[in-house]
């Protein structure tokens, strides 16, 4: 095979991603769809579901060194299939991206990872669980695992230790993202503790927080008008937690998860979760939303939420926005924003 060749067979689902933001809204034709009431058998869920289109492991963390300085990180792998059947070697149709980023009060530093599938340069074994891409690894198990990831200018090494239940959003874990009932299947472990070191262009720092574990498939969850979410994933300081997202289309869709600090949880319907932009920056030539009025006035939250730094921009092969926030008004605490399809 040519090198032009192995280019194009490599870079052809990432073409597709950028189409409705990651391809999400296309047709789905051959390929399995979410359906509801689902049941979720573990540790094989952990693990990947080639039949369906995309797929992600998503970390995301809110760390602080001894000196009390907020910084925030994050750890994707993508998994995209550009066609249904199966194959092996160069014939797999599976391919993956990995993402890593790490963002301080003053910087953001961010790079990426491709990969072919059905080579063992990148993928996913449920057990026992580990997930990769070149020299990145998440691997471990659901209640002890370890982190890591390198970039030209930093990386981390970390250790997560859950602290609490998984958590399956919308209708036990059957998420619903559309008026046309498209779909995805979704859980989270947002009770992680997390502790390890940054290594930074200034040197190494020591540090520990809490992160946030999303896990989502499906084969076609936008509907062919949305054209990108904003995600909010918010840790308030009495111990409850909010998952809450926005898709933006020729109408608005919203969801949201209350998760108590015992981990039981209320899933809440469209147009309970308000979100509304307060204020933009200027980030790589775009107008982003980095502070936001969020209200969820079933719990009582009605909060103000602000990047920790604007500039935190994803300037990989599908660009979007990710960092941490930080939340007053009703309730206090941090947490991560996703903005994507501002493009």
Do not use: C
């Not at 509907?223 to 308030?236: C, K, R, V, Y």
């Amino acid at each position: 095979m040519n090198v032009r060749a192995i280019f194009l067979l490599l870079w052809l689902p990432v073409a597709a991603w950028s189409q409705g933001f990651a391809g999400l809204g296309q047709s789905a034709e051959g390929f399995t769809r979410p359906m509801p009431n689902p049941t979720f058998t573990f540790p094989q869920d952990h693990g990947p579901h080639p039949d369906y289109r995309i797929e992600w492991w998503y970390i995301t963390a809110n760390l602080r060194d001894e000196n009390g300085v907020d910084y925030g990180l994050q750890w994707t792998l993508f998994r995209s299939a550009f066609a249904p059947e199966a194959g092996t070697g160069w014939t797999s149709p599976q391919v993956w991206m990995g993402h890593a980023a790490v963002t301080t009060p003053q910087a953001h530093f961010v790079t990426e990872r491709l990969a072919r599938g059905g080579i063992g340069q990148a993928g996913v074994i449920a057990a026992p669980f580990e997930a990769w891409i070149d020299e990145w690894r998440f691997a471990g198990s659901l209640d002890q695992a370890t982190l890591s990831a390198a970039g030209p200018e930093f990386g981390y090494d970390m250790t997560l230790t859950a602290a609490g239940p998984l958590v399956f959003h919308g209708d036990r874990g059957y998420s619903v993202k559309s008026a046309g009932d498209q779909a995805s299947y979704y859980y989270s472990q947002p009770f992680y503790d997390i502790a390890g070191t940054l290594h930074l262009p200034q040197g190494d720092v020591a540090v520990s927080g809490e992160a946030w574990l999303d896990r989502e498939w499906s084969s076609q969850p936008l509907a062919e008008d949305q054209s990108g979410w904003d995600w909010f994933s918010l840790s308030f300081d009495d111990g409850a937690k909010m998952m809450g997202f926005r898709l933006r289309g020729n109408e608005t869709y919203t969801a949201a998860t209350w998760i108590a600090a015992d981990g039981t949880t209320m899933a809440l319907p469209h147009g309970a979760f308000q979100a509304e932009p307060l204020e933009t920056a200027s980030v790589n030539q775009r107008d982003i939303p980095t502070t936001w009025a969020v209200r969820l006035p079933e719990k009582g939250v009605d909060v103000t939420v602000q990047a920790v730094n604007p500039n935190a921009w994803m300037a990989t092969s599908v660009p979007y926005w990710e960092g941490p926030v930080r939340i007053t008004g009703s309730h206090t605490g941090r947490g991560y924003l996703e903005m994507t399809g501002y493009e």
